[in-house]
T-cell receptor, first 112, second 114 residues
């Protein structure tokens, strides 16, 4: 069945460092891919998405490219800020009714 | 900006008791979902709901679980007889358009079963 694997956390970076959070997936067909972010005490928020191969999703300085050949959707940001500290979830579209399949989440802490 | 709300934020209950978790989806959305996350594990899909009926459910969503949209605004998840392993964070989500898969999540209810 469909599944998502993302790198274990926690990840601790200094402000302005480069961020990569790896995400790979297993799926039949052509799923859409997502990154969700959860700030402390809040719900999951859609950060970016890509709906087909080679699409690049981007938002708030974060980017991820849908790579079908490597079945990956790695999240990157060139210069992280303290306010980016959160848990990041990679997900793909699963069933016919739109349910999402999530990875375990990666906690990011950015130090000033 | 419209948002999904959930109540309560934290619920503590004894094993065997019934609990009802409540959600108010975004008002013009048509598709509703429940997910859960056991501490340290993945966010898992439980059930989707459309047009006043369950459209899809996972293996987790057994006879102990039920969902309801009792009025035009609330969407509830009931666990009939809670077990210790039901302790988790439960997230409600809603979507206006199925094809985009863009789901808007609530802040979650932390359920603790003792």
């Amino acid at each position: 069945g469909n599944s998502v694997t993302q790198m274990e956390g926690p990840v601790t970076l200094s402000e302005e460092a480069f961020l990569t959070i790896n995400c790979t997936y297993t799926a039949t067909g052509y799923p859409s891919l997502f990154w969700y972010v959860q700030y402390p005490g809040e719900g999951l928020q859609l950060l970016l998405k890509a709906t087909k191969a080679d699409d690049k999703g981007s938002n708030k300085g974060f980017e991820a490219t849908y790579r079908k050949e490597t079945t990956s959707f790695h999240l990157e940001k060139g210069s992280v800020q303290v306010s980016d500290s959160a848990v990041y979830f990679c997900a793909l579209s699963g069933g016919s009714q739109g349910n999402l399949i999530f990875g375990k989440g990666t906690k990011l802490s950015v130090k000033p | 900006e419209p948002e999904v709300t959930q109540t309560p934020s934290h619920q503590v209950t004894q094993m065997g008791q019934e609990v009802i978790l409540r959600c108010v989806p975004i008002s013009n959305h048509l598709y509703f979902y429940w997910y859960r996350q056991i501490l340290g594990q993945k966010v898992e899909f439980l059930v989707s709901f459309y047009n006043n009926e369950i459209s899809e459910k996972s293996e987790i969503f057994d006879d102990q679980f039920s969902v309801e949209r009792p009025d035009g605004s609330n969407f509830t998840l009931k666990i009939r007889s809670t077990k210790l392993e039901d302790s988790a964070m439960y997230f409600c989500a809603s979507s206006g358009r199925l094809q985009t898969y863009e789901q808007y999540f609530g802040p979650g209810t932390r359920l603790t079963v003792t």
